[in-house]
């Protein structure tokens, strides 16, 4: 099954978007296929990001054109893309802090995407769904957690949480921003078992990764961005050779060792 | 042996009452004890509002219209900051618009009031929300920029070109014919408006727009339009809002530029700061505390408002969440002084 084979679902062309003299993103252009895991790494300020936020409807681009499935969606309001089916993390967690955790889920189980799919909720139906999504992700069913304030939760919860609210919202396509870094290593053994769930139900998946190692096993191809631009797409274990990508990372003449 | 016991420090220790810890969300009930303990606030206020504006002598039930008017105010002030964050120094706009609609209704059209009350608030209401349309992009402290300069916009424009009565406003408008149904319409919809508002909070509609307040880029993540859910709550505030000015219009029969001054959007918040914002209930206890207050020291003049600012300023700083959520805090825990 090699994603290649697969039509596009999002298609980024030429996206440029520019902070004051600062150019974030220059000139990018990607296709992303059904089905695959995109990874996307680049040193800190690199655009990744920025990227993200352009494709998300959170920031116009300036140039350039993103498709999602054939259609347009270039500067629509993030509410319409959410609506559309093209689900992201935050890279710092958005929890309702006051709300326990699975009422967390109840805002976006409430939103026209998953009524469509779900139909209305009623007499508390919406919260046993909350339950079993969070019990997906990892929450303990039995224990205090999913009752728990949003603002009482471990970091690595947390991350979860925003995992669970794009399940919620049934996307089609899961933009992780950095939903590895921060955690332990036991935390991230058990969120990657649960991305590669998720994707062979059917998810695809965009992540934006400081956690390399981890990255690559998932990944099945990648973007190396830097100062905005891209320098990169291939295959994960080609990135490694790359010339240009050692050079973004470690500077000029440096070894990589991961 | 005793000296030790005095010696020993002792420190206040605060439980909460079964039923609380038990029914955070859903009441599960055990007893008339528990049934009584959850009815019985409510109940006084339903019994109370129903009550005492008859047992009151014939001033102070003006004073009781009064306050149902300043507490709808409180109560849509607090609608939109504790719902979806937005600081509305406004106020003044819907008794204004409210009162003007009402009016414009009455004297241009002949229409009675039992038809013009109810069209006054809600053909306000789709006007205010209109105007306020435009800034619901707005937070925090722009919005409360904006939504200030409102009142002074109309107030001037209805000034300069001598509009809907200009300086002198519209006067011998139809007022009510019974002084029980003005009282009673009050308290009855003052009651309907503060259970509807409070069963809302509680509801999953609810909890979305809540939502918007505590963190607004992740509602819109989650595919939901968060302007469309302000402009919905603020056309509920300002069905509150327009209600109370069309009452006043029909409690004077008077329409005027007076209805658009900064007591109407200041004296609310001043309500709100007493009794303490979240759960309308603030809103209540606030204005049947100010309001009355504010009739008293009407002899003293200017002295008024030194008192006024001071109560204020002590609550501001002794107990800045307000007189309501402190009590419901007493109401569900207890103290015992434990040895440490």
Known sequence: MSPEAKEPIVKVRNVTKSFGVVMAVKNVTFDLSKGEILGIIGPNGSGKTTLINCITGFLKPEKGKIFFDGKEITGMPPHRIADMGIGRTFQI????????????????LSSPRAKRFAGGGKLGERDTVAIDILEDVGFERDAYVPYKLAGALPLGYLKRL???????????????????????SAE?????????????????????????????????????????????EGKPEAALEDNGVKEAYFGKGREVRL | ????????????ERIDRGIKVRTEGIYALLSYREIFYLLVPRGALVIGMLVVPALLPELWQRVFSLIG????????????????????????LWVGVGGYVSGALASGFGLPLAGNLPLATFVGAALCTLLFLPCLTLRDIYFAIASFVYPFIFLHVIEALQILGGTEGLIGLPTFTNKWVAIYLMAILLLLFFFALRRLGSEDVGLVIRAIRENDQAVKASGINIIFWKAVVTFVASLLGCF?????CALYGWTGMSYFA???????????????????????????????????????????????????????????????????????????????
């Open chain 2, 69 to 92: 008017i300043y507490a709808l105010l409180a109560m849509a002030f607090d609608f939109l900051l504790s719902f979806v964050g937005l600081v509305c120094l406004g106020g003044a």
């Open chain 2, 262 to 340: 900064l007591d109407f959007s200041i004296l609310p918040i001043a309500c709100l700061v007493l009794g303490g914002s979240g759960n309308f209930s603030g809103s209540l206890i606030g204005a049947f505390i100010l309001v009355p207050l504010s009739e008293l020291l009407r002899a003293f003049g200017p002295v008024r408002m030194v008192v006024y600012a001071a109560i204020l300023a002590f609550f501001v700083v002794a107990r800045p969440e307000g007189i309501m959520p402190y009590l419901t805090r007493k109401y569900h825990q207890f103290e015992r002084w434990v040895e440490v």
């Open chain 1, 188 to 232: 991230i053994a058990s969120l990657v078992p649960l991305i590669v769930k998720l994707n062979m139900t059917g998810n695809t998946f965009v992540m934006i990764e400081h956690r390399l190692r981890e990255l690559f096993k998932l990944a099945n191809t990648v973007i190396v961005l830097n100062f905005g631009e891209k320098i990169f």
């Open chain 2, 244 to 248: 109370a000015g069309a009452y006043l």
């Open chain 1, 93 to 108: 967690m958005r929890p309702y802090y006051n709300l326990p955790a699975y009422k967390n889920l109840i805002v976006p």
């Open chain 1, 162 to 184: 925003e995992l669970g609210r794009c399940i919620a919202m049934r996307s089609d396509v899961i933009i992780c921003d950095e939903v590895m870094s921060g955690l332990s």
């Open chain 2, 1 to 12: 042996m005793a000296d030790v016991t005095t010696n020993l420090e002792r420190r206040k």
